[in-house]
T-cell receptor, first 112, second 121 residues
Framework: SQKIEQNSEALNIQEGKTATLTCNYT??????LQWYRQDPGRGPVFLLL?????KEKRKERLKVTFDTTLKQSLFHITASQPADSATYLC???????????FGAGTRLFVKA | GAVVSQHPSRVICKSGTSVKIECRSL??????MFWYRQFPKKSLMLMAT?????????EQGVEKDKFLINHASLTLSTLTVTSAHPEDSSFYIC?????????????????FGPGTRLTVL
């Protein structure tokens, strides 16, 4: 069955460092991969989308890589800040976006 | 742009009652909306796809008579939890799909509502 794995353990890093979160998937060939941020008790907020034919995408301090051979995406936050503390969800979409599968998310804590 | 609202944000009800949750796209029209359920520290679980003017498509294992979905307009979808029981307590989130770009460069983006915390006593 289709499966997305994100590190269930929380990631604790020091302010100013780069946070790297991993998303691995199996039994799926997504057309797009998305990353969302979710704060406690709130709905997810879209951050970045990367297509299957793209290797890397950047947006301000965020960078996403997508390796369809390894079936893995890495999500980087450079110069991290305490305000970046949240849960980050990886999501896979098929062509047309008719079905999106979400990972359980990784909790990030950035210490001042 | 692309703001999705949900109402109410929190609801507490007695077992056996029905609860309606509204999902609205505030500044755009959404022909397709999705309803998700999320348990603590778990991933979003898609419950159903709501299509304007037609019946919702439910995921396997989701009781359509239990979770009634109505998408009567291009900006409003409602989820009614009928005869709610404590096991229905959860965080319910809706999203609306927006198409960006065109042709091969086009893609679909989802915008989520803030969620509704349902507690059934």
């Amino acid at each position: 069955s289709q499966k997305i794995e994100q590190n269930s353990e929380a990631l604790n890093i020091q302010e100013g460092k780069t946070a790297t979160l991993t998303c691995n998937y199996t039994n799926y060939s997504p057309a797009y991969l998305q990353w969302y941020r979710q704060d406690p008790g709130r709905g997810p907020v879209f951050l970045l989308l990367i297509r299957e034919n793209e290797k890397e995408k950047r947006k301000e301090r965020l960078k996403v890589t997508f390796d369809t051979t390894l079936k893995q995406s890495l999500f980087h936050i450079t110069a991290s800040q305490p305000a970046d503390s949240a849960t980050y969800l990886c999501a896979l979409m098929n062509t047309g976006g008719f079905k999106t599968i979400f990972g359980a998310g990784t909790r990030l804590f950035v210490k001042a | 742009g692309a703001v999705v609202s949900q109402h109410p944000s929190r609801v507490i009800c007695k077992s056996g009652t029905s609860v309606k949750i509204e999902c609205r796209s505030l500044d755009f029209q959404a022909t397709t909306m999705f309803w998700y359920r999320q348990f603590p520290k778990k991933s979003l679980m898609l419950m159903a796809t709501s299509n304007e003017g037609s019946k919702a498509t439910y995921e396997q294992g989701v009781e359509k008579d239990k979770f009634l979905i109505n998408h009567a307009s291009l900006t409003l979808s409602t989820l009614t939890v009928t005869s709610a029981h404590p096991e229905d307590s959860s965080f319910y989130i809706c999203s609306a799909r927006v198409h960006r770009g065109s042709g091969r460069a086009g893609y679909n983006e989802q915008f989520f509502g803030p969620g509704t915390r349902l507690t059934v006593l």
